[in-house]
């Protein structure tokens, strides 16, 4: 493979289109050279799938098919020493820029709900166990 042509890059997202699922990769290595929306890459398909995109300015990895920078897809985001992976090495979650949480902590077998505002449930709800408020049991 030519070194003019890589297959898999690193670049930065310069703009995002959230309702076609697509970004725009920058390439500071390349005379920031900016690619046509990518699609990005998802870990869930069917009928469970999510909605997070990369955000402006974040690290992306990109795939080519080796004819140039036009054609591939964004693969997703990657961890650096400025942006290390949120929480503890036991906790498996979503951490959000607000501050709101929600992850599983594999230790202590808890699984944690922590949001900036409120929270709302649409539906039934069934609670077994002890329901405690302050520290005492209701």
């Excluded at 699922?21 to 929306?37: I, L």
């Excluded at 290390?84 to 594999?106: C, K, M, N, T």
Aim: aromatic residues 8%; charged residues 15%.
């Amino acid at each position: 493979m030519a070194s003019e042509n890589p297959v898999i890059r690193a670049g930065i997202v310069s703009s995002v289109q959230a309702s076609e699922g697509t970004v725009r990769v920058t390439f500071p290595d390349r005379n920031q050279y900016v690619t046509a929306g990518l699609p990005v890459v998802s870990p869930m398909g069917g009928w469970a799938r999510g909605n997070s995109l990369p955000a402006v300015g974040e690290n992306v990895l990109c795939v080519f098919a080796g004819s140039g920078l036009q054609a591939g897809f964004c693969l997703g985001t990657f961890f650096t020493a400025a942006k290390s992976p949120p929480g503890l090495p036991s906790q498996r979650g979503v951490w959000f820029e607000d501050g709101s949480s929600v992850y599983y902590d594999r230790q202590s077998g808890v699984l944690h709900v922590k949001p900036a505002g409120s929270v709302k449930i649409e539906g039934d709800l069934i609670v077994t166990g002890t329901l405690t408020r302050g520290g005492e049991a209701l």
